[in-house]
């Protein structure tokens, strides 16, 4: 059974910084292209980033580029958020998800998600 456990999210002043776990599970990490994915208050979801199996090529939306780092380690079967220069406007839920699809209707499996708040 395919499981994915995000962790590391919290209340973070603007201009902080967060890193975001993604523990998976039922699945080797080595063979599969992973994402995160955030959804902000009264929004819908967004692909934040995506990274290949292994790690070589990333994606990241025009509105995290510069500011966040995707990174996995195989080993641990752990994917990674690096989070700095946090906005208000990225306060929103944050799921990792399995696979690299331009639509987040495409991704299967999710994880439940880790809450980011950035206030002041």
């Known amino acids: 059974e395919v499981q994915l456990v995000e962790s590391g999210g919290g209340l973070v002043q603007p201009g902080g910084s967060l890193r975001l776990s993604c523990v998976a599970s039922?699945?080797?990490?080595?063979?599969?292209?992973m994402s995160w994915v955030r959804q902000a208050p009264g929004k819908g979801l967004e692909r934040v980033s995506s990274?290949?199996?292994?790690?070589?090529?990333?994606y990241y939306a025009d509105s995290v580029k510069g500011r966040f780092t995707i990174s996995r380690d195989n080993a641990k079967n752990t994917l990674y958020l690096q989070l700095n220069s946090l906005k208000i406007e990225d306060t929103g839920m944050y799921y990792c998800?399995?696979?690299?699809?331009?639509?987040?209707?495409?991704?299967?499996?999710w994880g439940q998600g880790t809450q980011i708040t950035v206030s002041s």
């Open positions: 039922g699945f080797s990490l080595s063979w599969s292209s």
């Open positions: 998800a399995k696979g690299w699809y331009a639509s987040v209707s495409d991704y299967e499996y």
């Open positions: 990274i290949d199996s292994g790690g070589g090529r990333t």
